[in-house]
């Protein structure tokens, strides 16, 4: 079983750049998220969907946009890279939102480097 | 502050042996609490999920106690194998008006199991 796919695994780009990350999961869930993770800090939440066609602000969007394409299908998109950016970000979906206890799967991450 | 504070920072014990992961959190209310374990250079898994109302999840090896009232959980490796050397994530929904979407993680304790 796939799980939850996401690509690129490794990118590079120069402050100012766009790209988008790609995610997809065939476990048929309704919810999908997007975090990141920084040395020294805990997972962030960057933006949530509940289910197709709805999102919602985590605690750190800004300067990021997302389009919950389809029920498997959930990008994430630098408009403008910044330094600050640089991260490693992680896919995930559940078939509930977390207040549900549902088990959260992962993906295997995509290391974003901004210069 | 974290709402969600997990010692020791990092652990090396020897293969076969115990240990004992600690979890403090201060998010309340709460609807479950997680462990995740994450391998360098991958995606979290989940090894346990408590409601609020569980005092202990087992996994295998892995044990996870809960006490809601002095709001800690530990996590407990028996036997330990050099393929326990991971991350292991203490991750704490809320059940507040507006978080009911997110995770809180702490920042992790990583375990080195050597031979």
């Known amino acids: 079983n796939a799980g939850v796919t996401q690509t690129p695994k490794f990118q590079v780009l120069k402050t100012g750049q766009s790209m988008t990350l790609q995610c997809a999961q065939d476990?048929?869930?309704?919810?999908m998220y997007w975090y990141r993770q920084d040395p020294g800090m805990g997972l962030r939440l960057i933006y949530y969907?509940?289910?197709?066609?709805?999102?919602d602000k985590g605690e750190v969007p800004n300067g990021y946009n997302v389009s919950r394409l389809n029920k498997r299908e959930f990008s994430l998109r630098l408009e403008s890279a910044a330094p600050s950016q640089t991260s490693v970000y992680f896919c995930?979906?559940?078939?509930?939102?977390?207040?549900?206890?549902?088990?959260?799967?992962f993906g295997e991450g995509s290391w974003l480097t901004v210069v | 502050k974290n709402q969600v504070e997990q010692s020791p920072q990092s652990l090396i014990i020897l293969e076969g042996k115990n240990c004992t992961l600690q979890?403090?959190?201060?998010?309340?209310?709460?609807?479950?609490l997680r462990w995740y374990k994450q391998d360098t250079g991958r995606g979290p898994v989940s090894l346990t999920i408590?409601?609020?109302?569980?005092n202990t999840k087992s996994n295998g090896r892995y044990t996870a106690t809960l006490d809601a009232d002095t709001k800690q959980s530990s996590l407990h490796i028996t036997a330990s194998q050099l393929s326990d050397s991971a991350s292991y994530i203490c991750?704490?929904?809320?059940?507040?008006?507006?978080?009911?979407?997110?995770?809180?993680f702490g920042t992790g304790t990583l375990l080195a199991v050597q031979p």
């Open positions: 995930a979906s559940s078939e509930r939102g977390p207040f549900s206890g549902n088990t959260i799967y």
């Open positions: 476990m048929n869930h309704n919810s």
């Open positions: 969907s509940a289910s197709e066609g709805t999102t």
């Open positions: 979890c403090n959190y201060t998010v309340s209310p709460f609807s479950n």
């Open positions: 408590m409601t609020f109302s569980e």
């Open positions: 991750v704490v929904s809320p059940n507040y008006g507006g978080a009911t979407n997110k995770l809180i």
